[in-house]
């Protein structure tokens, strides 16, 4: 069954720090995107991408990183972690921009 | 620019009573956009509850409906008869121009046995 996968499940950390967030699909599609949710709030884009070496940014890409070394793994990075980026993270996939996407269970990032 | 604006949660609900989300959107961007219903059961990853993408058209899945109504802006997601087992978070949105998904802010709905 497809899948998409995230690690890590959880994290914390500092202010300043570099937080790498790992993404990996099955589903063999080649839109992947990066999400974040705020208590209370819908799903923003931060970064998605259609093609591996290549990413876009979405409506909220300001203090993030996107990298796509392959079709299958599609990577988040926060250079200098701020408070404002403590947040629940979703990756997904889909075979087409019009398509249904697939989610991966999320990660929840506390940064203190 | 694109919106969608959902019935704010929590919602709760009596076991076998009917239940509607509403859900409303704001589309500047493309004339018929691709509409969406997604649900987040505990414990799991969002999932599709049932798209439609033809305005006028109704969409169903698990005993949910709605129907993309192009004259009100409207998809409504309803159910005749909720279970225990529908307790979920459940998010609207729409496919914009660029093909990306424009969400709602989520209806977290509690069964209450």
């Known amino acids: 069954e497809a899948a998409v996968t995230q690690s890590p499940r959880s994290k914390v950390a500092v202010t300043g720090g570099k937080v790498t967030l790992s993404c990996h699909q099955t589903?063999?599609?080649?839109?992947m995107y990066w999400y974040r949710q705020d208590t209370g709030h819908g799903l923003r884009l931060i970064h998605y991408?259609?093609?591996?070496?290549?990413?876009e940014k979405g409506d909220i890409p300001d203090g993030y990183k996107a990298s796509r070394p392959s079709q299958e793994n599609f990577s988040l990075i926060l250079e200098l972690a701020s408070l404002s980026q403590t947040a629940v993270y979703f990756c997904?996939?889909?075979?087409?921009?019009?398509?249904?996407?697939?989610f991966g269970p999320g990660t929840r990032l506390t940064v203190l | 620019g694109d919106s969608v604006t959902q019935t704010e949660g929590p919602v709760t609900v009596s076991e076998s009573e009917s239940l509607i989300i509403n859900c409303t959107y704001s589309?500047?961007?493309?004339?018929?956009?691709?509409l969406f219903w997604y649900v987040r059961y505990p414990g799991e990853g969002l999932q599709l509850l049932l798209k439609?993408?033809?305005a006028g058209q109704k969409g169903s899945s698990r005993g949910f409906e709605a129907t993309y109504n192009k004259e009100t802006t409207s998809f409504h997601l309803q159910k005749a008869s909720v279970q225990e087992s529908d307790s979920a978070v459940y998010y609207c949105?729409?496919?914009?121009?660029?093909?990306?998904?424009?969400w709602g802010s989520g209806t977290k709905l509690i069964i209450k046995p």
């Open positions: 991408s259609y093609v591996a070496d290549s990413t």
């Open positions: 589309a500047t961007s493309i004339a018929y956009p691709n």
């Open positions: 439609v993408i033809t």
């Open positions: 589903n063999n599609h080649d839109y």
């Open positions: 949105a729409l496919g914009d121009s660029n093909y990306q998904l424009i």
């Open positions: 997904a996939s889909s075979d087409a921009g019009y398509a249904e996407q697939f």
